[in-house]
Every structure is written in C-alpha cells, then in structure tokens.
C-alpha cells in the first residue's frame, strides 16, 4: 500500500517535468533565427549591464559615504579647535577683565562665547560618535553654567570677580583638548573604516563582474547550443543524402525557418527515394531480363563453333569467334550492372576469405583469353605469389574491370602491363596499358556512375559507364585506394593503381 502511494506521488512530479520540457521545446520553436539571435544578444549583454548599473552604483555610494564621513570628520576637528581658540580667547579675557575692569574686555568676552555657542551647536548637529557627543554636550553645559555664573556675579555689583570664580576656565580648557583629540582620533577611524569599505566594495565589484561574465558565456553557449543543434541536424540530413540513406525520415526541431528547411530537405529524400527505387527496380529488371536472350546467344555460338549443325569454313569460324567474343562483353556488361544494382541498395555483404591474388590474376587473364587472342594483346606479367584476406569476388570485379578496360582501349597488337608488389604490408596492383589514356579533364569523372570515355574506333562494343564506379566502391569498402598514374614512354595508356591491405 505504501508503495502504491509513492507511485502516485511521483506520478505528478513525472507530468510535470514532461510538461515543462515540452514547453520549453515550444518557446524554442517558437520565433526565427533571427528573433533567438536578438534574444541571444540580449541574456549574454543582460548581465553585463547589471553589473555594470550595480558596479556604478557601488561606488558611487562609497564616494558619497567617503565624502559624507571625511567632510563632517574635518569639520568636527576644524570646530573643535576653534571651540578651543575661543575657550582660550574667553579665558585670557575674563582674567584681563578681572584686573582692569574694561568693559570693552568684557564685550570681546562675550562674543568670544557666542561664537563658542553657535559653534557647539552646528558641531552638535553633525552625526557624531557617542563619546564625542557626550563630550561636546558637557562642554556646552558647563561653559553654558560658567558663563550664567559670570554674569549673575558682575550684575551683583558685589565686587570683583575673583580666582574662583573663573578657575573652572582651566577645566573647560581640558576637555576642549580631550575634544580636539577625540576628533583626530575619529578622523583616523573614519580613514581605516573608508579604506576597509573600499576593499569590500572592490571585492564585491570585481565577484558580481566575474559571476555575470561567467553567466553571460555559459548562457550565450547554451543558446548557441540549442540554435547549432538543428544547423547540425541539418547537416547530417545533407550527408545522408548525399550517401543514398534515403529510408530514415528527416525531421528539424528548432526555429521556424530552419523547420521549413527541414521538411524541404524531407520532400527533397522522398523524391530521392523514388528515384533511387525506380533506378534500382530498372536496373534489376533489365540485367535480369537480358540474361535470358544472351544465354540463348551464347549457347547458340558455342552449337556452331562445334559444327553440331554442320561443317564450318574459316569464314564462318572467325564470324563465330565475334560473337562469341560480343557475348562474353554483353555478358560482363550485364554482369556489371548486377554488381551495381547490388552494391548501391546495399545488399552486397563482404565475406572475406583467404586467397592467392597471383592465382586470380592468371583467372582473369584466362578469362579474357579469346579477346587478347582476337586482338592480338600480350600481358607483360610475372608470377608473383601473395596472400590476401579479402572479399575474393568483389576483388574479381575489381581485377575484371580493370584488364578488361585495359583490353579494351589497346591498340591491335598491344601490351598490357600487370605487376604485383607488397609494401608496408599493403598489396599494389599495376595495370597499365598502350592505348590513348585518360586526358587531365576527364580523370576526375571517370569513377562517375555511368561515365563513358571515348571508345576507340577499333573497338565497337560500348562498356556501360558503371564499371569504374563498381571498382572504386570496392575498393574503398575493403579500406583500400585507387589512384590514376603517369604514363611512361613503353605503356603510353591508362595506368591504376590499386592498394589493398593484405588483412581486414
């Protein structure tokens, strides 16, 4: 029963999470790249100027709080000793007065208190430390009290004022310079605690302008994140494409533009699936369907070439040899096609095994007997016996194509070269050969599905545009490269190299 409740419990929690990275996929996928690039903008420069509004605000409040403090510390040091001038002033007036009875005297004594007076009391409304306030508060009552004294004395008419009477002047004295002192010792207090504050301030200034760049790069590369992954997306559909994955459907979760690219690029692979599939169904059709007739051919030559329906003359013969020679390249060019429709839908698997490469050359060349005896070609070849790990079929293609374009192109009487060598534990095929080779312009189309070069006048029969295509394919899948060499002065044709790997 408890765990039932928890389920339930974490049940709501769950929704909620979903929902809101739900809502937060829908206000991305809201706007354009251009409205994300303005907000962009915007959260990485947003805590900049914060900092900055906070930094300028920082100091300048400790430059109004420095200026505050300094001006009325000054000021109460400044007061002080004029409190203490007239303090002095009042007193060596009094005791002149006391001698000489000078009325004139006695009037400078009284000014000299009211500016004392007036003094304490704008001193008295400054924000000033309890022991200075305290301080200035006493002073003021007792002068005040002194003063009062004074007056009630001389109004009395009882005579002069005596050493008494005015002998409080040295105490007052006293705490005006306690005053004055107090007031330099705040001053240096107020120095040390500005000096204090304008540490924290700095320190303070300096972590929000850290926090905020570090806020501003890690939210910058987070929207640069979530605006790259769909550019992403998009490439990657582009490569597929262009690798024929024509099955797995494309879809762009981002701004808006960049969806609309994406179910244009979706349009653009179903249109290419349907080519590739009528391409694919063509080329299935037709291989499979000539097979049949040229089999018929085929068996029909070999009948006569054996004079089963009569004798032949020498005429005949060589007639026979023709057709027996046109139905071994349709059966080639046929075969081609096979190997082509099965290697671009990707039914071709690599079964690799164990071979010797010297042994399925002198195949092939055996193979190709007939037309090297019709036009009279010669291979330059020496036995050299290697072992291979390979697909050995896809590597007969390879081989196939390779002598039979080689045969092809050689004049009446030519020469083809095959030569076999094993560096860095890589197999190098040579084949060269004497005819026209291949021109500057055209060696960077010639791997193209259904390129043709020009054919030779003595040769009629048209290869089908696919066979180099299938020997790169090959070649590539089992690791390896094929290259097109410069010519020499003997073999003045076409020269392939092949480099394979002797093992996967």
Not at 151 to 162: A, D, N, V, Y
Not at 241 to 263: K, M, S, T, V, W
Request: net charge neutral; aromatic share 8%; glycine share 4%.
């Amino acid at each position: 029963m408890q765990a039932n409740n928890s389920a339930a419990s974490e049940q709501p929690l769950r929704d909620c999470r979903k929902r809101n990275r739900w809502q937060l996929r829908h206000l991305f996928q809201v706007g354009s790249i251009f409205q994300w690039t303005i907000i962009i903008f915007f959260a990485v420069t947003l805590p900049l100027i914060l900092t900055l509004v906070y930094s300028v605000k920082s100091i300048q409040n400790y430059t109004d709080q420095s200026h505050t403090t300094l001006f009325q510390t000054v000021r109460v040091s400044e007061n002080s000793e004029a409190l203490l001038k007239h303090l002095l002033d009042m007193d060596r007036g009094i005791r002149q007065y006391q001698i000489l009875e000078d009325l004139a005297i006695f009037t400078a004594f009284q000014n000299n208190h009211q500016e004392f007076v007036e003094i304490a009391a704008r001193t008295n409304h400054f924000q000033l430390p309890p022991q200075i306030k305290k301080l200035l508060v006493k002073l003021t009552e007792d002068e005040l009290k002194l003063y009062d004294q004074l007056l009630r004395i001389k109004g009395s008419g009882t005579g002069q004022l005596s050493k008494e009477d005015i002998k409080e002047y040295v105490q007052l004295r006293a705490d005006v310079r306690e005053l004055v002192a107090q007031g330099n010792r705040q001053i240096y207090i107020e120095t040390e605690s500005l000096s204090v504050l304008a540490i924290l301030v700095r320190n303070q200034v300096t972590n929000s302008a850290l926090i905020s760049v570090i806020l501003a790069l890690l939210l910058g590369l987070l929207l640069l994140y979530l605006i790259n992954k769909p550019i992403k997306s998009i490439a990657q559909a582009i490569h597929k494409l262009g690798n024929a994955h024509f099955n797995q459907r494309i879809y762009i979760e981002g701004p808006r533009d960049l969806r609309e690219i994406g179910l244009h690029l979706e349009w653009l692979r179903q249109k290419l699936n349907q080519l590739e599939n009528s391409k694919q169904f063509f080329i299935k059709s037709i291989s499979h369907e000539l097979k049949t007739p040229l089999a018929t051919l085929m068996e029909g030559a070999d009948l006569l070439q054996d004079e089963i329906v009569g004798e032949l003359n020498a005429e005949q013969h060589k007639i026979i040899q023709l057709l027996q020679m046109a139905n071994i390249r349709l059966h080639s060019l046929i075969e081609n096609l096979i190997e082509y429709q099965q290697t671009t839908s990707k039914l071709a698997a690599m079964n690799y095994s164990q071979f010797n490469f010297n042994q399925l050359v002198q195949y092939v060349c055996a193979e190709h007997q007939l037309l090297l005896d019709i036009k009279k070609v010669s291979v330059e070849y020496q036995d050299k016996s290697v072992n291979i790990v390979a697909d050995r079929d896809k590597i007969r293609v390879v081989m196939s194509n390779l002598f039979s374009n080689a045969l092809r192109f050689s004049p009446q009487g030519g020469q083809i070269l095959i030569k076999l060598d094993v560096i860095n534990d890589r197999l190098q095929l040579l084949i060269a050969d004497q005819g026209p080779g291949i021109a500057k312009s055209l060696q960077a189309h010639i791997f193209t599905e259904f390129y043709k070069q020009p054919v030779p006048e003595n040769w009629k029969i048209k290869g089908s545009g696919i066979g180099l295509s299938l020997v790169r394919a090959y070649v590539e899948a089992h690791q390896g490269q094929i290259k097109i060499m410069a010519s020499d002065k003997h073999y003045c044709g076409a020269h392939f190299l092949v480099i394979l790997p002797l093992a996967p």
